[in-house]
């Protein structure tokens, strides 16, 4: 049996689907599911079970023998709002979870791999490399939160036997539940459908001209096969995902016009006060690490992974893998 925490999210549903192409259909599926219609990503998938992510928290602490029989745990379950205000529900939920899980795939010898997140590496000053823990400044409750199990796990040492994914800008098929946290393609799909033009912050920052601003975004499609490529091939670490190349939002709205057939139109908007403090201006995973174990891996395009999201899903009225 595997455990899949979050399996009904973006990158967990994705990576269910992907577990499946592989036949691999005895799956627990952790999550909470709540009002809205994340459910809908479990539609077409094969499982053998699903909990509550509350009942399953209590379970794997009262009775741990129910779970022994588990081969591996992909835990992705976990507030990913990086403007979340609770800071009591974001460790204990993107922390002390994390360490419960790892302290039951330690004692009952279950392969573990987690997401964490290019939020911990804060405004950047630090540089992006993940081979770097010491002296990382997250912005935000989530960005700290995520970075408190990374350094749980370092300093137990296991590094050694874990497998942590700090994921930079994932984008792609699956994320329509996510609201004011999905993508920005998901979001200027929206808002050329709706006014025709698409909306980017103005630069705060006298580097970056508006939409200049850069991240690492990289398609979800990727996540998961690295993700898959990683347990079949028992890698242990912490990595970044991310494609080590940076882009500029211009550049993503420029990749969704061109996918929808339509001449550029940008609206630079005022950045809240609220966001000016966190925003990171520029991001870009250093993948060194990686590529020393898979030289030959050839990250999908931006141009070529809007394309695919924009024509094959969101056009399709958010078709899900």
């Known amino acids: 049996m595997v455990i899949l925490t979050g399996g009904a999210g973006f990158i967990g549903s994705c990576l269910l689907a992907e577990l499946n192409q592989k036949g691999i259909d005895d799956i627990l599926v952790v999550d909470n599911l709540g009002t809205g ?4 990503n479990l539609i077409g998938k094969r499982f053998s079970g699903y ?17 022994g029989h588990a081969q591996a745990i992909f835990h992705l379950g976990a507030c990913t709002k990086t403007t979340e205000p609770d800071a009591e529900y ?4 993107n922390f002390n979870y994390s360490v419960e899980l790892a302290n039951f795939a330690l004692e009952h010898d279950v392969r573990f791999m987690y997401a964490t997140s290019a939020a911990t590496y804060g ?16 912005l935000n409750c989530y960005g700290f939160s995520k970075h408190l199990f990374d350094l749980w796990v370092l300093k137990n040492g ?14 792609g098929p699956n994320e329509y539940h996510k609201e004011s946290m999905a993508s920005m393609v998901f979001k ?26 850069m991240r690492d975004f990289i398609y979800v499609k990727d996540v998961v096969d690295v993700i898959w490529k990683m347990y079949e091939d028992e890698k242990a670490g912490i990595f970044n995902l991310g494609t080590g190349l940076a882009r500029s939002w211009n550049d993503l709205a420029n990749s969704v016009f061109k996918a929808l057939n339509l001449a550029p139109k940008i609206d630079y908007i005022n950045m809240p006060d609220s966001l000016i403090k966190q925003y990171q201006n520029y991001t870009c995973a250093d993948m060194i690490k990686f590529y020393k174990i898979y030289p030959d891996f050839k990250f999908t395009t ?3 992974s809007v394309m695919d999201y924009i024509t094959n899903y969101l056009s399709n009225n958010y078709s899900r893998i």
């Open 188 to 213: 200027a799909f929206k808002q050329v459908n709706d006014t025709g033009e698409i909306h980017l912050f103005k630069s705060s920052h006298p580097d970056f001209e508006n939409g200049g601003q």
């Open 90 to 93: 974001l460790i204990d939920n």
């Open 302 to 304: 931006l141009e070529d």
């Open 123 to 138: 405004d950047g000053t630090q540089g992006y490399s993940d081979s770097k823990f010491d002296g990382l400044n997250p």
């Open 37 to 40: 219609n994340k459910w809908q």
């Open 51 to 67: 909990m509550n992510k509350i009942e399953f928290r209590r379970q794997i602490q009262r009775n741990p023998q129910d779970f």
């Open 158 to 171: 296991y590094n050694k036997k874990f497998t942590g994914f700090k994921f930079f800008n994932v984008f």
